[in-house]
T-cell receptor, first 112, second 115 residues
Framework: GENVEQHPSTLSVQEGDSAVIKCTYS??????FPWYKQELGKRPQLIID?????GEKKDQRIAVTLNKTAKHFSLHITETQPEDSAVYFC???????????FGSGTKLNVKP | SQTIHQWPATLVQPVGSPLSLECTVE??????LYWYRQAAGRGLQLLFY??????ISSEVPQNLSASRPQDRQFILSSKKLLLSDSGFYLC??????????????FGQGTRLTVV
């Protein structure tokens, strides 16, 4: 099956700085890449996603980039705020199978 | 609108006891259904995946099983729990396939502690 690797495992930034989380995937047939935010003790919730026919997508302070050739995608959060502190997961979904394989997660700490 | 219900929220079970976690989805038909496990401080591991009634795909060999007796009902079971089965169990659903697949929507999770 698909193998998704995510780095870093923890990330600490000062409020207002940018944060970048990177993921790689192994299956070239994967075509959908969602990002989830999980607050402590709660369910993961989608924050942004990107499909393989797009190279970049932006939603306010959050953006995602995809490099299909290199099989990696990244989450960018600008002007970080304390409420951005959470665990972030990347995922990859394979064409025609619709299984979601998740990275190991990044714990983001935004210091006020 | 679509909703997903998962229960119980927390569960403490002795080693060797059986397990049954239930998940139901409302507001959609023929969803893809998933069971994930999240160990403390770890990522989300896909356990089971189902595209329809009675169709279950197991991702990893383990002490657990899954069943889908109805279109929008997904059950995670074990005959005898192990200490290593402790974790946060999440049910999820999505619709579509290939280029039209949606994201996965998660239930609130069940925190299982095996003692």
């Amino acid at each position: 099956g698909e193998n998704v690797e995510q780095h870093p495992s923890t990330l600490s930034v000062q409020e207002g700085d940018s944060a970048v989380i990177k993921c790689t995937y192994s299956d070239s047939a994967s075509n959908y890449f969602p990002w989830y935010k999980q607050e402590l003790g709660k369910r993961p919730q989608l924050i942004i996603d990107i499909r393989s026919n797009v190279g970049e997508k932006k939603d306010q302070r959050i953006a995602v980039t995809l490099n299909k050739t290199a099989k990696h995608f990244s989450l960018h959060i600008t002007e970080t705020q304390p409420e951005d502190s959470a665990v972030y997961f990347c995922a990859a979904s394979r064409y025609n199978f619709n299984k979601f394989y998740f990275g190991s997660g990044t714990k983001l700490n935004v210091k006020p | 609108s679509q909703t997903i219900h998962q229960w119980p929220a927390t569960l403490v079970q002795p080693v060797g006891s059986p397990l049954s976690l239930e998940c139901t989805v409302e507001g959609t038909s023929n969803p893809n259904l998933y069971w994930y496990r999240q160990a403390a401080g770890r990522g989300l591991q896909l356990l089971f995946y189902s595209v329809g009634i009675g169709q279950i795909s197991s991702e990893v060999p383990q002490n657990l099983s899954a069943s889908r007796p109805q279109d929008r009902q997904f059950i995670l079971s074990s005959k005898k729990l192990l200490l290593s089965d402790s974790g946060f169990y999440l049910c999820a659903w999505s619709v579509g396939s290939g280029l039209t697949n949606t994201e996965a929507f998660f239930g609130q999770g069940t925190r299982l502690t095996v003692v």
